[in-house]
């Protein structure tokens, strides 16, 4: 399963970055979600998260293996990762994001829980089915 996003619909609430820092961290804090809304007005917003590639070049470009693939979501691991950033600067989504205590963060569909998708009022998230 992936994560779907459909810009026309995105009425740029943050519901999904606040529910998202709030299943990692327990504060609501658009600062500290794996997602974030890109406003591009007077465009539709954009959306960065990670699409959990398949040969994902943020993976190759770690070399503390602090990245890992596990069912086709890749999980950053916080105890091997040194925060060089080298990941950061391969992912070509701006998926990986450096938080307020200069440690990174990226998305992990809340251990399959999806819980952004929950809480988008518009259904602008949602969760992609096999092949789409």
Do not use: W
């Not at 465009?43 to 959990?52: G, T």
């Not at 069912?71 to 989504?93: R, W």
């Not at 998926?95 to 809340?110: E, G, R, S, V």
Request: glycine content about 4%.
């Amino acid at each position: 399963m992936k994560l779907k996003f459909n810009t026309d619909i995105c009425t740029e609430c943050h519901s999904c970055e606040l529910s998202c820092s709030m299943a990692h961290y327990d504060v609501y804090n658009t600062q500290k979600a794996s997602l974030r809304i890109i406003t591009k007005f007077p465009d539709s917003p954009d959306l960065a998260y990670c699409r959990h590639c398949s040969d994902a070049l943020c993976v190759m470009a770690c070399k503390f293996d602090a990245l890992l693939v596990e069912n086709q979501v890749i999980i950053l691991d916080t105890e091997k990762c040194v925060n060089c950033g080298m990941c950061q600067d391969a992912c070509p989504y701006d998926a990986i994001f450096k938080l307020p205590d200069d440690t990174y963060f990226k998305c992990d569909y809340c251990k399959g829980e999806f819980k952004c998708t929950k809480t988008c009022a518009t259904g602008a998230l949602s969760i992609a089915k096999e092949g789409e």
